[in-house]
């Protein structure tokens, strides 16, 4: 059988590949060996978020009576609900994605692929059937990493996989790892009313995002009774308890469970990879700005890159890796790609850093208010505040954007077109932005 591309992985990068390439007229063959949708669909973005929208229900329920509205008996939850509501959303829009495919004509082969040979045409077999394709686009995920902690192979840990499945909660959690999913985890088992440990290696919470905004968050959480311990190091396992290094001291910590969060890498082991002949790092796939490989008739997109681990990176990746197929003029840019913790509160960020710009030395500014500011925001959360943090460069174009406050993850992006348009303070100014709404916070900073 031949086709004009083949497609690994059927995850965010890989469907809309997969849907783009066969609606513009390439014949397209699509290759999953588990569940179309991926982890994004399956084990990450979709369920975690589903989860953590009836966490923050029962949140808006617990603070009901600051808004006026009695509720006489203590909200509780049913975990075994929330779990089957969960299963039944990611059925729906997994069957969503897959007819979607079909319609598009795309031929969906479950099984795992194999690289037999890359000659004049690209040779794979699946299920014992070979298909000869002119162009492959390599979209096979990550997996989690389980780091090498003394006796944690002994224990019966989760990781993000096994915690979106539970049905019963732990008295008390011990987190390993507060970045976004680690995060957002505490942040749902927290509201299920579990004692939650959140361990981290460094001396901040998420990782590479803004850090003021970080701090606001984590001063949130242990306001709401998560305990943290930043520059900690765990440096072992046992069924009685976890032993971390902080500071130079030994602490062990008693948990229930442990959800290990420490990060995910890119899946570079998959069946005759190296009959491709492509360049790998030590963390994915080598690209250029077309998600080409250094085989000119191989593209990779998504996180088997190792670059930008998020679905709406991915799919934007194999807008562009089709796109080039396809003779069109585009290229991938990473300048203004948002990054969201949909906590409660939420945070969100795109674009540079203060820490980025420090580091490389480079000059900038700060427009900053606290969401107060905005007469929709205190409306709609009595309890809450927030932040807006714009980063204007030299030239007084916006390259950066941070936020705190609900709903930060649906207002990031008007921050992201300004960046990638360039636009200057002036510029932005004379956008006009809808009144009342929260992110009208994001103009009147423009006014400092």
């Not at 509201?191 to 919470?205: R, T």
């Not at 930043?230 to 062990?252: D, F, P």
């Not at 208010?369 to 925001?377: I, N, Q």
């Not at 300004?418 to 900073?445: L, N, Y």
Request: charged fraction near 20%; include cysteine; charge should be negative.
């Amino acid at each position: 059988m031949e086709y004009d591309i083949a497609i690994i992985g059927g995850g965010p990068a890989g469907y809309n590949a997969a849907e783009r390439a066969a609606t513009n007229g390439l014949k397209t063959v699509l290759f999953e060996k588990k569940d179309i949708g991926g982890v994004c669909l399956n084990e990450g973005c979709i369920p975690s978020k589903t989860l953590l929208y009836s966490a923050k229900l029962s949140d808006n329920a617990k603070g009901s009576s600051k808004y006026g509205i009695n509720i006489e008996c203590t909200p509780s939850f049913a975990l075994d609900k929330i779990i089957g509501r969960k299963n039944k959303v990611v059925k729906k829009l997994t069957a969503g994605v897959k007819m979607k495919l079909i319609a598009a004509g795309v031929s969906i082969i479950e099984g795992e692929a194999s690289i037999e040979n890359a000659k004049e045409m690209i040779c794979i077999v699946c299920n014992n059937e070979q298909y000869n394709v002119r162009y492959l686009l390599l979209c096979n995920g990550s997996d989690v990493v389980i780091p090498p902690i003394k006796g944690l192979s002994t224990v019966d840990y989760w990781t993000s996989k096994e915690a979106l499945d539970n049905t019963t909660t732990p008295q008390s959690l011990a987190i390993i790892g507060g970045g976004v999913i680690g995060m957002e985890f505490a942040s749902f088992f927290n509201c299920m009313g579990v004692k939650v440990h959140v361990i981290e290696m460094m001396p901040e919470i998420l990782g590479a995002m803004d850090k003021e905004t970080s701090a606001m968050l984590r001063t949130e959480y242990t306001k709401k009774g998560i305990s943290f311990y930043l520059n900690a190091k765990v440096t072992e396992v046992s069924k009685t308890g976890i032993t971390i290094e902080q500071q130079g001291k030994t602490n062990t910590l008693e948990a229930d469970k442990i959800l290990v969060c420490v990060g995910r890498k890119a899946v570079l082991n998959m069946p005759g990879l190296e009959k491709l002949n492509i360049e790998l790092r030590s963390n994915g796939a080598n690209v250029n700005e077309y998600m080409q490989t250094s085989n000119p008739n191989v593209y990779a997109c998504g996180d088997i890159t190792g670059f930008s681990m998020l679905a709406h990176t991915a799919m934007r990746e194999s807008d562009v890796a089709i796109n080039h197929i396809l003779g069109l003029s585009d290229r991938m840019s990473y300048d203004a790609i948002p990054a969201v913790v949909y906590t409660n509160p939420e945070i969100a960020g795109i674009g540079k850093t203060e820490e980025e710009l420090i580091a490389g030395n480079i000059r900038y500014s700060i427009l900053k208010l606290p969401m107060a500011y905005s007469g929709r925001f205190v409306a709609e959360n009595e309890a809450g505040n927030g932040l807006c943090k714009l980063i204007i460069n030299e030239q007084e174009q916006i390259i950066g954007c941070h936020l705190m406050g609900n709903p930060v993850s649906e207002l990031i992006v008007v921050a992201g077109i300004a960046i990638e348009r360039k636009f200057t303070v002036d510029e932005f100014k004379q956008i006009v932005f809808p009144h009342p709404t929260v992110g009208e916070i994001i103009h009147e900073s423009l006014f400092l």
